[in-house]
């Protein structure tokens, strides 16, 4: 089996993802929408290979009866370890074995394509097409996201120039920052409002990227577009002079921010290589958001197809357990299966290998690493649901390796199936495909949040840390006492927590590999997001506009005379 992996992935070596991509023979988009009951005329068309679905086909009693099976990993090394790929290749593999499925997965954000990723739609076999337009703009929802939450900011400054209708904001106050969606350092702190009166009041303010903003974070927990212009109107913007709080609703802002909303709240319609329905909507980090996509792509999909893939971002200590306490919970959806991505390279690097030796053999190495899968594995269970292993196979894994990831998961009641969509597409991925729908058919599985909502949020977030993360205790600064107090006063207190954190250690330090032990984890501040929904604790200094690294992946693109697009991946 692995010589056959190995040989096909070297074949594939010769072509990037984005010649595969290109390569690849699409179908119109209306024949994808027939796939799942969808006339032609219902489709708002974005060219023949993209399009908008209308909420209208979002069917609560189907969503109940079906499939969803959320996507996660084990602790990442810097590189991913392929929970789109997966994700994709999972969709493709599921409907080789004749169950009808559509993957719902996040859109990627234009600063880590340009910065470190280069694209964000799977790779090799297991691709969303078509690729460049996905990774580039895609059908505006970004762009869409970006003007509504700059015309809140630009209301804001206004409101402070204003000598007839100023609410009285004390510009030392607001907490809303401008976004673009683009890694670029120099825009974290700025000076606005200079070069005199007709230029507005001097403050202090700055960008985050638009995958960090709450306008995206509100449009992946909207329910429908009346929750919408609810959850914008909620959008807290800082206090009066005399420390009464001011809102989006106070500027009258909401109605214009969801009309710039208007098409962004409707799902986008594209394909997998193999002409399989694929759903993109939403893009918010996992580290310092929900990272996962929005609450309608999700109910879209399961209204219009039996099973149901979806991702959520970075490992499951992040992604997965926002998702199913925040996301799940608010949206009333319930998952059937988890599936835990895992990569030999990653467990060695779990087990102390440094970065030049991710990729040479090392039965001991893994066997150390391995903690780290199993507490992932744990934390799931803690959520009631049984995972599905998959090894995302690389060529450069053994068979020592491979068994011995199997025989640890096999004594913890866990499949652990080789996952070749990378090489094979959905031939590759036929096996992992039997496991999940057989977890499914178990009746195993009985998902239950970790957490009460009601709970007090310090109470929330010791749970938390101690059950997901493993940490001994939680240090609360000075700082987060009193934004603790603010938030309390607001009444956000019942709202749920999402953990603002490194995704490279299950603690607070980046440093700490495997399970780490002995450790107490420290909320540094808070932030909150109102119309979203949740209360943010920061643990460590989250960046909310990444930097480019010292060679961004930008340098290696092309575009010729004929407008063919290469040094995407």
């Known amino acids: 089996m692995l010589v056959q992996i190995y040989k096909k992935i070297m074949a594939t070596k010769v072509m990037t993802d984005i010649e595969i991509a290109q390569a690849a023979k699409l179908e119109h988009i209306r024949n ?3 796939k799942l009951n969808i006339g032609e005329d219902d489709l708002e068309m974005y060219g023949k290979y993209k399009a908008k679905i209308p909420l209208k086909f979002i069917d609560q009693t189907k969503i109940e009866q079906n499939n969803l099976i959320l996507v996660t990993a084990l602790t990442p090394t810097p590189a991913g370890e392929g929970k789109t790929t997966t994700s994709i290749g999972l969709t493709e593999g599921m409907n080789k074995i004749g169950k009808r499925t559509t993957v719902v997965l996040r859109e990627p954000s234009l600063g880590p394509v ?27 929802d970004f762009s869409a996201i970006e003007k509504a939450n700059n015309l809140l900011s630009a209301l804001i400054d206004n409101n402070l120039q204003s000598k007839t209708r100023s609410l009285g904001i004390d510009p030392r106050t607001i907490a809303w920052k401008r976004v673009m969606d683009m890694n670029d350092r120099a825009l974290r702190d700025i000076v606005i409002g200079l070069g005199g009166t007709a230029n507005g009041i001097p403050r202090e303010d700055g960008f985050n990227i638009t995958p960090a ?9 909207a329910e429908d577009f009346e929750d919408l212009k609810r959850r914008l109107g909620n959008i807290y913007v800082g206090l009066t002079m005399d420390k009464k709080p001011v809102y989006a609703r106070d500027l009258k802002a909401e109605n214009a921010m969801a009309i710039l909303l208007k098409d962004a709240i409707q799902p986008n319609l594209v394909q997998t290589l193999e002409g399989n329905p694929a759903i993109i909507h939403g893009g918010p980090f996992a580290n310092i958001a929900q990272g996962t996509n929005t609450i309608i792509a999700t109910k879209m999909g399961l209204s219009l197809s039996d099973y149901v893939v979806t991702e959520a971002g970075f490992g499951a200590d992040l992604g997965a357990e926002k998702f199913l306490d925040i996301k799940c919970v608010s949206g009333g959806l319930k998952p059937k299966a988890t599936v835990l991505v895992a990569t030999i390279r990653a467990l060695r690097h779990h087990g102390g290998a440094p970065k030049e030796e991710y990729n040479t053999p090392s039965a001991e190495r893994v066997a150390l690493g391995l903690a780290n899968l199993e507490k992932h594995i744990e934390n799931m269970k803690k959520f009631g649901l049984n995972p599905v292993v998959a090894i995302n196979a690389f060529p450069t894994d053994t068979e020592e390796e491979i068994t011995l990831i199997q025989d640890r998961c096999a004594a913890m009641d866990v499949k652990a199936v080789i996952a070749d969509g990378w090489a094979n597409g959905g031939d590759g991925m036929t096996d992992l495909a039997e496991a999940v729908v057989a977890e499914i058919e178990s009746g195993k599985n009985n998902f239950k949040p970790l957490y009460d909502w009601n709970l007090p949020v310090k109470e929330k977030i010791e749970i938390i840390a101690r059950e997901i993360y493993g940490a001994d205790g939680v240090d609360f600064s000075k700082k987060a006492q009193g934004d603790l107090k603010r938030i309390e006063s607001l009444g956000l207190d019942k709202l749920p ?8 250690s299950f603690s607070d330090n980046d440093n700490l590999l495997g399970r780490p032990t002995g450790f107490t984890i420290e909320v540094r501040e808070f932030e909150f997001a109102a119309g979203a929904g949740f209360v943010i604790p920061i643990l460590g200094k989250m960046m909310r506009m990444p930097g480019l690294p010292a060679v961004p992946a930008s340098e290696g693109m092309t575009i010729d005379n004929d407008g063919v697009i290469s040094g995407l991946s």
Not at 114 to 140: C, R, S, W
Not at 213 to 221: D, F, K, N, Q, T
């Open 32 to 34: 994808i929408a027939a």
């Open 114 to 140: 340009f910065g470190i990723k280069g694209g964000a739609a799977g790779g090799g076999y297991a691709q969303v097409v078509p690729m460049e337009d996905i990774n580039l703009h895609f059908t505006g």
């Open 213 to 221: 903003s709450e306008v995206m974070a509100i449009l992946c927990m």
């Open 497 to 504: 927590v999402c953990m603002a954190k490194t995704q490279k």
